[in-house]
């Protein structure tokens, strides 16, 4: 396997469901993200694990709750969710640089499949 | 004020002319742009960086950086058919966490 890699593509869940999304990368990066990609709007950034710390968009309601057990996995746990949050869920990496050094290459994600995700 | 902004088109070109895709952003402070492809249910793909003032030229794409005026474009020459995707642009915003902040994306379509 290359690249990065989501599971399931595609999940259609009730609004009373548990499920996880899953995300694994191949590239040996140190940063991973979740984004939400709904119709006619910018993609969204929804977590970030950088460098074994964790940054996260305020907005986003506690219903997403996200894990990172290694550099490599990912992991988006969906608990009771509304119809509003069905949307493409793109799972990225990338390398980040360490300390203060500036890294302009830092920042190119490399993006899995995603998961399309439908909620009844 | 959108942190990047684009027009979401979209925007037709005949086949073999040059497409113009434009961005601006707000943060005067960055340093990283970005123009990913993304055709219709397939994930966003990097094809152009650039990080310094000017042209950078890959093939048949070019992006151009001014931080003065705050935006950077993306010109495609010799458009074909296979161009034809959503063009998103992406700027890196240094608040605390460095974060990737997309705009909205331009629908191309390239008419044969």
């Known amino acids: 396997e290359t690249g990065v890699t989501q599971t399931p593509r595609h999940l259609v869940m009730g609004m009373t469901n548990k499920k996880s999304l899953k995300c694994e990368q191949h590239?040996?990066?140190?940063?991973m993200y979740w984004y939400k990609q709904s119709a006619k709007k910018p993609l969204e950034l929804m977590f970030v694990y950088s460098l074994e710390e964790r940054v996260e968009n305020n907005s986003v309601p506690s219903r997403f709750s996200p894990e990172c057990p290694n550099s490599s996995h990912l992991f988006l746990h969906l608990h009771t969710l509304q119809p509003e949050d069905s949307a493409l869920y793109l799972c990225?990496?990338?390398?980040?640089?360490?300390?203060?050094?500036?890294?302009?290459?830092?920042?190119?994600?490399?993006f899995g499949e995603g998961s399309r995700l439908t909620v009844l | 004020q959108k942190e990047v902004e684009q027009n979401s088109g979209p925007l037709s070109v005949p086949e073999g002319a040059i497409a113009s895709l434009n961005c601006t952003y707000s943060?005067?402070?960055?340093?990283?742009f970005f123009w990913y492809r993304q055709y219709s249910g397939k994930s966003p793909e990097l094809i152009m960086s650039?990080?310094?003032?000017g042209d950078k030229e890959d093939g048949r794409f070019t992006v151009q950086l001014n931080k003065a005026s705050q935006y950077v474009s993306l010109l495609i020459r010799d458009s074909q058919p296979s161009d034809s995707a959503t063009y998103l642009c992406?700027?890196?915003?240094?608040?605390?966490?460095?974060?990737?902040?997309f705009g909205q994306g331009t629908r191309l379509t390239i008419n044969p």
């Open positions: 992406a700027v890196k915003i240094i608040q605390g966490a460095q974060k990737l902040v």
């Open positions: 590239l040996g990066h140190n940063a």
């Open positions: 943060d005067r402070v960055s340093q990283s």
């Open positions: 650039i990080y310094s003032n």
């Open positions: 990225a990496s990338s390398q980040e640089g360490s300390g203060r050094a500036w890294n302009p290459a830092a920042g190119e994600l490399f």
